[in-house]
């Protein structure tokens, strides 16, 4: 089993839609999720971390289950600018340090249309 | 803010070759990463430095595969001999000290084997 699985897609969905990804994660011990996104031939950013309270940053929601070991994230009222690959990502602390390793998934390929 | 350097950004060569890459990370920062992503694939860590010392290099291939991170600061990984299969884009990322998670990435070098 993957470390950490997302549907490819792709996704194709037109402006203005409503868009959800989801991700689950095989290590219970994992600590820190987060989405980075990732534009064609361009390196992945930093798009916004995962809280067990849920969070939400403009038009995107992240949600986090930690007992279904389950990562979500929604876009509403989506944008052209939108189109990209959304990695789910997994940080795995070493033993009461700080230091993480990162576990990406595969990423999931959206593509809003006019 | 400059952000994570890398070169070459394209490089071709023949199976059985040597190849280096380089990376020089956000000023400041003392932990540096090298990921591969492979094609339709999320990045998978190689090896990740904090300041010249390894943390983990698990993942890293050691019979082909080397990386070092001299003073602290500049990176270089080596693959040699290459193989087809190692054909990828080879990430840079680079965080602050202990306790921030966020991760910058390069620009990445596409390596291509024939």
């Known amino acids: 089993r993957k470390e950490v699985e997302q549907d490819p897609g792709p996704f194709n969905v037109p402006e203005g839609a409503t868009v959800a990804f989801n991700c689950t994660y095989s290590?219970?011990?994992?600590?820190?999720f987060f989405w980075y996104r990732q534009d064609c031939r361009k390196e992945p950013k930093l798009l916004m971390s995962v809280y067990s309270s849920g969070n939400e940053d403009g038009r995107f929601t992240a949600q986090l289950n930690r007992a279904s070991q389950y990562i979500s994230l929604l876009i509403r009222d989506s944008k052209l600018s939108d189109s990209a690959t959304y990695l789910c990502v997994v940080k795995l602390n070493a033993g009461g340090t700080s230091y993480g390793k990162l576990t990406f998934g595969q990423g999931t390929i959206l593509t809003v249309h006019p | 803010e400059a952000g994570v350097a890398q070169s070459p950004r394209y490089k071709i060569i023949e199976k059985r070759q040597s190849v280096a890459f380089w990376c020089n990370p956000i000023?400041?920062?003392?932990?540096l990463y090298w990921y591969q992503q492979i094609l339709g694939q999320g990045p998978k860590l190689l090896i990740q430095?904090?300041?010249?010392?390894?943390?983990?290099d698990s993942q890293l291939p050691k019979d082909r595969f080397s990386a070092e991170r001299l003073k602290g600061v500049d990176s270089t990984l080596k693959i040699q001999p290459a193989k087809l299969e190692d054909s990828a884009v080879y990430l840079c990322a680079s965080s602050p000290l202990t306790g921030f998670w966020e991760q910058y990435f390069g620009p990445g070098t596409r390596l291509t084997v024939t």
């Open positions: 430095f904090q300041n010249n010392g390894v943390v983990d």
């Open positions: 000023s400041g920062h003392a932990t």
């Open positions: 290590n219970s011990a994992s600590q820190s």
